[in-house]
């Protein structure tokens, strides 16, 4: 349980320049004042995250948005009023008062307002825009518990521990452009429902300058070799833990780590970062988990899966 005091402390260190970690609906974030540029140095020091992977800044209400940004396009309003608070993320053009090391020199800014109450009262005590990225150590698996926070950050100043996350995935970022938007990365909210309020208008791979982190080919990369199932592969079932989403086939695995009861896709992107915590702490030699298909939220969680197992299935993934 979260207590009133423990919301001023956490507010307070975040006003003179300490980190905290907090609950987000999505996963916890490592989060500083964004309008301090010492402070967010530190967040790149303590994850060991590099320079050029830029921050998304955390805000409690639309109004704050316009000292942030340059632009007063309307599609942010509409985008606001459906999906905020919530795990969509708008990359916009940056104010000046947004610190270069934020946005890691880019001339536009990540933001959401998250939707967690923990969240959204620390963004208020505090009384400036947080940058927090995921609260995880550069390229490791998204922490959906405090207890994966304390794992991977031990030097974090402060956790405030909200439990388990509700959406266990990062938030769906998208880009403005003069058509419509891109997708940067994937999330639980789904093209298709953006779709329904700004027209879908994909750039050239060229013209996405950065490279958000859902970018890269390799990410989220667990400390134990993880794959995805398929019949394509023989594995020495006795050494694995299997994350299952439809219950079947479980036979023979070291361990089984149920992701959904109820074949529920929601389910899966809440619990699959902490099965892959869970099995990287036991002792089975490696991660096996079942694919979805790569439709609406599926798209976000093949997309998890797919970068935790690149590294690993880099050869199967050049045959195909
Ligand atoms: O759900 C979330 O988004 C969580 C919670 C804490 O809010 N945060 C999160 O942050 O996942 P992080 O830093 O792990 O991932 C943010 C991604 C980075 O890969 C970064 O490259 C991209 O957002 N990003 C941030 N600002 C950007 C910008 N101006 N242009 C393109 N990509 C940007
Ligand atoms: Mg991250």
Redesign the pocket.
Known sequence: MIREEDIQKAAEYIRGGRLVAFP?E????LGANALDSIAVARIFELKQ?PSF????V?IASVDEIYSLISSNDERILKLAEKFWPG?L?I?LP?STRIPDIV?SG?P???I?I?HHPIALALIKQAQVPIA????NRFGKV?PTTAQHVRKHLPGVDFILDGGKTQ?G???T?I?LNDKGFDI??N?VITREEIEKVVPYAPETRDSKT?????MMLSHYSPDKPIFILSDKFKLEKEKAGLISYTGKHTEGYKKVIRVSQNGDLLEYAANLFAAIHQLEESDVEFIVAEPVAEVGIGMAIMDRLKKAAYRYQKEQQENN
């Open positions: 987000t999505t996963v916890y974030g995250r992977d830029p921050l998304i955390h795990p993320t990359v940056k946005t880019l536009t800014v990540g959401r998250p927090a990225p995921s609260a998204s959406v995935i990062e938030s970022i880009k940067l990365r999330g950065i490279i958000a982190s859902g």
